[in-house]
């Protein structure tokens, strides 16, 4: 018998260099399945798309953030007050609209049987180049 389907939220995590000229490079997914209370990350950054947008990024800088926003997501205790929430608030803290250099996406949503192997699909189709 096949799994359930259930339903999952995800947003696309971006990094906008220079913040007034809202261009961005996605490095990451974040998704959220509460039936399954499964709350996950992906990143990756390719420091040459980031220099692409701007030739002074600080990309260790950026590294730094994407880093402690995996630490919040996975509830990791050096996270801050954020990582110590329950999952669903955390994903909401983590999708809050900003307007910083780490940005995230509208909040998305599908279905899905396996939400690892979705994030894995999103991550594939959305960050990883073709």
Same mark, same amino acid.
């Given at each position: 018998?096949?799994?359930?389907?259930?339903?999952?939220?995800?947003? !696309? @995590?971006?990094?906008?260099?220079?913040?007034?000229?809202?261009?961005? !490079?996605?490095?990451?997914?974040?998704?959220?399945?509460?039936?399954?209370?499964?709350?996950?990350?992906?990143?990756?950054? &390719?420091?040459?798309? !980031?220099?692409? @947008? &701007?030739?002074? *990024? &600080?990309?260790?800088?950026?590294?730094?953030?994407?880093?402690?926003?995996?630490?919040?997501?996975?509830?990791?205790? &050096?996270?801050?007050?954020?990582?110590?929430?329950?999952?669903?608030?955390?994903?909401?803290?983590?999708?809050?609209?900003?307007?910083?250099?780490?940005?995230?996406?509208?909040?998305?949503?599908?279905?899905?049987?396996?939400?690892? *192997?979705? @994030?894995?699909?999103?991550?594939?189709? @959305? !960050?990883?180049?073709?």
């Amino acid at each position: 018998m096949a799994e359930p389907w259930d339903v999952y939220e995800y947003a !696309v @995590l971006r990094v906008v260099p220079r913040v007034e000229r809202a261009e961005f !490079v996605n490095v990451g997914v974040l998704l959220w399945c509460r039936s399954r209370e499964h709350l996950a990350a992906r990143t990756a950054i &390719d420091p040459a798309r !980031v220099l692409a @947008l &701007d030739p002074r *990024a &600080d990309v260790e800088a950026v590294a730094r953030h994407v880093a402690a926003l995996q630490r919040v997501c996975a509830g990791e205790a &050096d996270g801050g007050p954020a990582a110590a929430e329950a999952r669903g608030p955390r994903f909401r803290w983590l999708t809050a609209p900003r307007s910083t250099v780490l940005q995230t996406s509208p909040v998305h949503r599908g279905v899905t049987r396996d939400p690892a *192997a979705e @994030l894995e699909h999103l991550f594939a189709r @959305l !960050v990883e180049l073709p």
